[in-house]
């Protein structure tokens, strides 16, 4: 099943302890990227990636890294992460020469 | 700054009433533009994109280029439309979402 997959699903923290969000998908898709969805903002992107060690950084990059080694993972990673990043995160991938994005389940992060 | 704009967070109206959800766009060249939809619990999906000006799910979306619009309609709506809409601008490889409208249709 062609599918975009994000783990972990649900994750609490504390401030400033490191972690990374997965993302994976079986498409063979070049394009990739992270969204945050919060309340009144709508959809916000992070980081986007065009293929394999090309990623660029979106509408609200700061607090986050990512990394594009293989073609079909593109994980977030936030090394000291802070309660403002408390929100749903979710991973979307779409072919080159498609028009249609494949999002993930999203991944419900709160930093305390 | 290529922007996109949903004027209405929340839109409540009775089953069977007409619907239309207002997507306003800021765009210097021809826009690709779509609506994605989330059910609850469920992850965003494409409803449909201008260029293939079809109808899925009783939904139709027209560009209006003078107006710098592409509102989502629905001559009746039904319950189990009730859910998050997303009007989506394509920019290059990126895609710029607006604030999104909650749709809630009541019975």
């Known amino acids: 099943e062609a599918q975009v997959t994000q783990n972990p699903r649900y994750l609490i923290t504390v401030t400033g302890k490191k972690l990374t969000v997965t993302c994976s998908q079986n498409?063979?898709?070049?394009?990739m990227s992270w969204y945050r969805q919060d309340p009144g903002l709508g959809l916000r992107q992070i980081y986007y990636s065009m293929n394999v060690e090309v990623t660029d950084k979106g509408d609200v990059p700061e607090g986050y890294k990512v990394s594009r080694k293989e073609k079909r993972n593109f994980p977030l990673i936030l090394e000291s992460p802070s309660p403002n990043q408390t929100s749903l995160y979710f991973c979307?991938?779409?072919?080159?020469?498609?028009?249609?994005?494949?999002f993930g389940p999203g991944t419900r992060l709160t930093v305390t | 700054a290529q922007r996109v704009t949903q004027p209405e967070k929340l839109l409540s109206v009775f089953k069977g009433a007409p619907v239309e959800l207002k997507c306003n766009y800021s765009?210097?060249?021809?826009?690709?533009l779509f609506w994605y939809v989330q059910y609850s619990r469920q992850r965003l999906q494409l409803l449909l994109r201008?260029?293939s000006r079809e109808s899925i799910k009783g939904f139709t979306a027209d560009l209006n280029k003078g107006e710098t619009s592409f509102h989502l309609k629905k001559p009746f709506a039904q319950e189990e439309d009730s859910a998050m809409y997303y009007c989506a601008l394509k920019e290059g490889g990126k895609l710029i979402f607006g604030q999104g409208t909650e749709l809630s249709v009541k019975p």
């Open positions: 765009y210097s060249g021809s826009p690709e």
């Open positions: 979307a991938s779409r072919g080159t020469a498609s028009y249609e994005q494949y």
């Open positions: 498409m063979n898709h070049e394009y």
């Open positions: 201008h260029i």
